[in-house]
């Protein structure tokens, strides 16, 4: 479902014009949206955003969109959909919605 999301994001920004060209990758486990546009970092960061945002709406997912840096050619930002109020990790206190007790029901253990 998020790879739609993700999918639909990028079609967007290229339709309206935002960016001339896109490509994702990731490293160490964080998801990063490389970018060509006309737009400087600032204004392209808040195009960026209110995308995601108007995407997202109407579900529970929140975008999440942090600049990272920029070259000659592209901007880099680690972009993604979270789930709010989630936990993504578990922090060693066996808390009720720990989210390794999670993954193991879901894997039918």
């Known amino acids: 479902m998020l790879a739609r999301f993700y999918q639909q994001f990028e079609e967007t920004l290229l339709q309206e014009g935002t960016i001339t060209a896109s490509r994702w990758g990731t490293y ?8 060509s546009s006309a737009f400087p970092a600032s204004a392209l960061t808040k195009r ?25 050619r592209e901007h880099v930002y680690r ?9 993504q990790f578990c922090c060693g206190n066996l808390c009720e919605d720990c989210f390794l007790l999670r993954e193991r029901k ?4």
């Open 28 to 35: 160490a486990g964080q998801r990063f949206f490389y970018v």
């Open 48 to 72: 960026l955003t209110e995308t995601g945002e108007r995407l997202a709406a109407g579900t529970i997912l929140k975008p999440e969109c942090i600049y990272v840096r920029s070259d000659d």
């Open 79 to 87: 972009f993604r959909f979270t789930v709010p109020n989630e936990k």
């Open 106 to 109: 879901s894997a039918g253990g």
